[in-house]
């Protein structure tokens, strides 16, 4: 995909700006090509020194997530680099859980995104933003996605000993989401499990995003 779509091509196919990124964030930019939908975030719109520091850091940064977890259902596909300033990858029609109804969430949606992120987690990744619920998707056939691997550590090279903590920060995530959106669908077990986390979680000082992704984007 990279060797075939370049800046020049994508500006010729009337791409639609999906939202405006803060100054530190990245435009996401939806387009039609070889008859697939694709989703790129670009930070080549941020200031000159953002852009050429922190926007191409990042760019690389979240494709090398998507590579490592390349083929596992439930992560967005073909991930692809535009240039050093952009990421692309396969639109997954959905909604995030941010725009959901809790109604409208299947019954065994929170059961399979739990799944998904052990899957994820054997990869040696984790996500450390999952109670951002605009990184949570429900696509279409009601399966879980994950978007937005900013936030994301490589566990491989890390001491053991903080792979159990950091793995918990995704399921203190996965719980939180599931006892505000369907707590008829949650039981007692994952529920004493939450409380243990939150307990942990305060050793944790890097949480979320640091940029703030929850805040306002440009118009």
Not at 144 to 152: E, G, R
Not at 154 to 180: A, N
């Amino acid at each position: 995909m990279s060797g075939q779509i370049t800046r020049e091509t994508l500006d010729g196919l009337s791409p639609e700006f999906l939202s405006r990124g803060r100054w530190g964030n990245a435009d996401l930019i939806r387009f039609c090509f070889g008859g697939k939908e694709w989703i790129i975030k670009d930070f080549s719109f941020c200031p000159l020194f953002v852009k050429k520091s922190w926007g191409r850091w990042m760019a690389m940064r979240e494709y090398r997530a998507y590579i490592r977890l390349a083929g596992l259902e439930g992560i967005p596909a073909e991930a692809f680099l535009l240039d050093e300033y952009a990421v692309g990858y396969r639109f997954i029609p959905g909604k995030t859980l941010r725009e959901s109804d809790p109604a409208e969430i299947p019954i065994d949606f929170f059961h399979e995104l739990e799944e998904l992120v052990r899957r994820m987690h054997e990869r040696n990744i984790v996500h450390l933003d999952l109670r951002n619920r605009r990184n949570i998707l429900i696509a279409e056939n009601g399966s879980p996605y994950l978007l937005d691997f900013q936030s994301y550590l490589d566990l491989t090279f890390m001491p053991r000993f903080l792979h159990r903590l950091l793995k918990d920060i995704d399921f203190s995530g996965v719980y939180k989401t599931w006892i505000k959106l369907r707590p008829d669908l949650i039981d007692k077990t994952r529920l004493a499990h939450l409380r243990r986390l939150n307990k942990r979680r305060r050793l944790w000082i890097l949480k979320g995003y640091p940029l703030g992704s929850r805040g306002k984007r440009r118009p």
